[in-house]
C-alpha cells in the first residue's frame, strides 16, 4: 500500500490564509489601539466621567475612591469602558461648579503651531507683579484648568503667575490627535516664548507636569531651552511612549507588544506624524540642562515606578527624586499635599531669585 503524498498546493494556500489573517488582526488591532488611545474625544459620557473623577479628587474624597478613580481616569488602554460610578450623579452641576480657576482673573491666550494648529492656554496673573511664572501641562484627556489645585499652589502660596494650556487634542486647542507629549514639547517651546514676550527678559520659568504632561516637560527638556527655564517638575511621567503602551498592553490584555504596539507606532506615524520609539522622555532628559524634580507615587500601577527610577537615573543635571507612598497615579499631591509643597518649593528656591 503506497502512502498518499500531501497536497503541497493546499498546504501553501493555508499557510497564507492563515498569514492573511494573522496580518489582518494585527492591522485591526492596530487601528483599535489608535483610535481609543490617540484619536481626539468627542465630547461623551466618558469626557463627563474624567471630569467627575477631577471634580473628586479635588474635593479630597476617600484614597480607595481617589486612586480607584484617578487611575481608571488616566488610563490610556480603558477609556472606552464606564467607570463604576454612581449614574444619578448630576453630571452637569458639577461641571457647573464654580472653582478656582473659574473664578480667579484670567486671560485666554492663543498661538499657532509649527503645523498652524491654533492653541489656546489661560494666562493668571500674580496679585503682586513678579518675573517668576509657573506653565502647567496636564495629563491625558484633560485640560488646561484641570491643573488648578497645581495652579493655586503656584499662585497664592509662591506668588507666580500661572500659565494653564490645553494640549493640543485637549480642551479648546485644536488638532485631532494626542500627542502624548512628543509634539507637544514644541508647542510648550511657544508657550515659553509667550511668557518671555509677556512678561519680559528677566522671567523665571518653571515647567510642571503631571502624568502625560510630565512627558511633556521632560520631552521639551531635551530641546535647546531659552535661559528663562529655570526648573522643570515632572510628577508621574513614562519613559516614553512605547514603553508605556507595552507595559499598558502586557498589564490589561496580556499581550506582547511585538507587533501590536509596533503596529499601532506605524500607523501613528502615518496619521499623526510621530512613531513612538522617537516619542521618549528618557532620550530627552538625557540631554537636559535645566535642574529637575521628580516625583512619583510608589504604589503607582498606571506608570511603574521602575520608570521614575530609570528617569532619575539617565538625568544628568541637579536633580531630586521624591517617591510617596501609597500614591498612585498622579495622586501624590492627594495623598500628601504638605510635603509636596514643601519639596517643590525647596527645589524651586535653589534656583530661583525671590
Request: with cysteine; hydrophobic share 40%.
Amino acid at each position: 500500500m503506497t502512502r498518499k503524498k500531501p497536497n503541497l498546493t493546499a498546504l501553501k494556500i493555508t499557510f497564507v490564509i492563515i498569514l492573511l489573517i494573522i496580518l489582518a488582526s494585527i492591522i485591526a488591532s492596530s487601528f483599535y489601539i489608535y483610535d481609543i488611545g490617540f484619536k481626539r474625544k468627542t465630547p461623551d459620557l466618558y469626557t463627563k466621567t474624567f471630569r467627575l473623577a477631577e471634580k473628586l479628587l479635588q474635593s479630597e474624597q476617600s484614597q480607595t475612591i481617589q486612586s480607584i478613580q484617578a487611575e481608571q481616569a488616566f488610563s490610556v488602554m480603558t477609556l472606552t469602558e464606564p467607570l463604576a460610578l454612581d449614574q444619578t450623579i448630576n453630571f452637569e452641576q458639577i461641571e457647573n461648579s464654580q472653582s478656582w480657576s473659574q473664578s480667579e482673573f484670567y486671560e485666554t491666550w492663543t498661538i499657532a503651531s509649527e503645523d498652524k494648529l491654533n492653541l489656546v492656554g489661560y494666562y493668571y496673573p500674580a496679585k503682586v507683579p513678579t518675573t517668576k511664572t509657573a506653565i502647567m501641562a496636564h495629563g491625558y484627556g484633560g485640560r488646561g484648568m484641570e491643573m488648578e489645585q497645581f495652579a493655586r499652589f503656584y499662585s497664592e502660596k509662591l506668588g507666580f503667575n500661572v500659565l494653564l494650556p490645553d494640549a493640543r487634542g485637549h480642551g479648546a486647542s485644536e488638532g485631532n490627535y494626542i500627542g502624548f507629549g512628543w509634539p507637544d514639547r514644541k508647542d510648550y517651546l511657544l508657550w515659553i516664548q509667550k511668557i518671555i514676550d509677556s512678561v519680559g527678559r528677566e522671567s523665571q520659568i518653571v515647567l510642571h507636569g503631571l502624568s502625560m504632561g510630565a512627558s511633556t516637560v521632560m520631552m521639551a527638556s531635551g530641546e535647546n531651552l531659552p535661559e528663562q527655564v529655570k526648573v522643570i517638575i515632572e510628577d508621574s511621567g513614562f519613559t516614553s511612549v512605547y514603553d508605556e503602551l507595552a507595559y499598558q498592553l502586557r498589564q490589561i490584555y496580556m499581550l506582547p507588544a511585538f507587533p501590536f504596539i509596533s503596529a499601532t507606532s506605524l500607523l501613528t506615524d502615518i496619521k499623526a506624524g510621530y512613531n513612538f520609539h522617537e516619542a521618549s522622555s528618557l532620550r530627552q532628559v538625557e540631554k537636559n540642562k535645566t535642574p529637575m524634580l521628580f516625583i512619583h507615587g510608589a504604589s503607582d500601577s498606571i506608570v511603574p515606578v521602575e520608570m521614575a527610577w530609570k528617569l532619575f537615573d539617565t538625568c544628568k543635571v541637579d536633580k531630586q527624586i521624591y517617591l510617596v507612598p501609597g500614591a498612585g497615579h498622579g495622586m501624590a499631591y492627594e495623598i500628601d499635599r504638605p510635603a509636596y509643597e514643601t519639596i517643590v518649593s525647596e527645589f524651586i528656591s535653589r534656583f530661583i531669585v525671590p
